[in-house]
């Protein structure tokens, strides 16, 4: 049987946006558990963007059918759901989603959920090369975006719980923005990975979490998280690694 989520090249979303190819994932940058990435063309204006398709299949391949169907259901209406919050509380630091929906063609047998971003330029780790050379204040303004951002998600009561220089996206080399809200937590949203004591890289987790050893507030577990990661990426861009 046809995995649908691996063959979508030519096909129509939404009326609106052609599927040109699939696009190829910088290592240490995951769009998500069990997703495929695609490059895609607003028909009118010929845009180029990012499209993340939720793969059913390997869902169903790693366990039982009908959890594997409720799961996906659920991961792909909380990261919508909670792009929809971002940009309505205009969250400017944060990549939101331009558009989603879901595909499923007469001959399918499950649907194929979606979400499209605006293309970025590459992550941050393109940007410290220590042979193309260094910008120190260019760096510097992109760790105070990131700091800020993850201000906004706490103020808002969300935590994004996978930061790392992958997710740190940069457009047109002026502008940089969190990315990947996939495995986040949010006080008003459920999540189906809110179960999980790392949701995210663990690379990237405080040391003590992996141990088990947590805060007894949820809030406070969430969050420390983010402050953790943050200071290592900050030691990342710092040794310009």
């Not at 869902?59 to 594997?68: D, L, Q, R, T, W």
């Not at 663990?202 to 983010?226: C, M, Q, S, T, V």
């Amino acid at each position: 049987m046809i995995n649908l989520a691996e063959n979508l090249e030519g096909r129509i979303l939404n009326d609106k946006w052609r599927i040109i190819s699939k696009k190829n994932i910088a290592v240490g940058r995951t769009p998500g558990q069990f997703s495929i990435c695609y490059l895609v063309e607003e028909i009118e204006t010929k845009k180029i963007a990012f499209l993340k398709a939720f793969d059913i299949q390997s869902f169903i391949k790693s366990g039982n059918s009908a959890e594997a169907l409720k799961l996906v259901a659920e991961a792909y209406l909380f990261e919508k759901n909670l792009l929809e919050r971002c940009k309505d509380i205009r969250l400017r630091r944060v990549v939101v989603s331009i558009d989603y929906g879901e595909y499923i063609p007469k001959d399918a047998l499950y649907p194929v959920y979606f979400l499209i971003f605006e293309m970025a330029d590459d992550d941050i780790r393109k940007y410290t090369d220590l042979a193309k050379g260094i910008d120190i204040a260019w760096l510097l303004k992109v760790m105070h975006t990131v700091a800020v951002g993850v201000q906004e998600l706490h103020n808002n009561l969300i935590a994004h719980q996978d930061l790392k220089p992958a997710n740190i996206l940069v457009f047109n080399e002026n502008l940089s923005k969190i990315g990947d809200l996939g495995r986040a937590w949010s006080e008003n949203i459920n999540s189906p990975f809110d179960s999980l004591e790392i949701p995210g890289d663990k690379r990237y987790a405080p040391i003590e979490y992996l141990y088990g050893n947590y805060p007894a507030d949820e809030k406070n577990r969430r969050f420390i998280y983010d402050l953790y990661s943050l200071g290592i990426e900050y030691n990342n861009v710092r040794n310009f690694k």
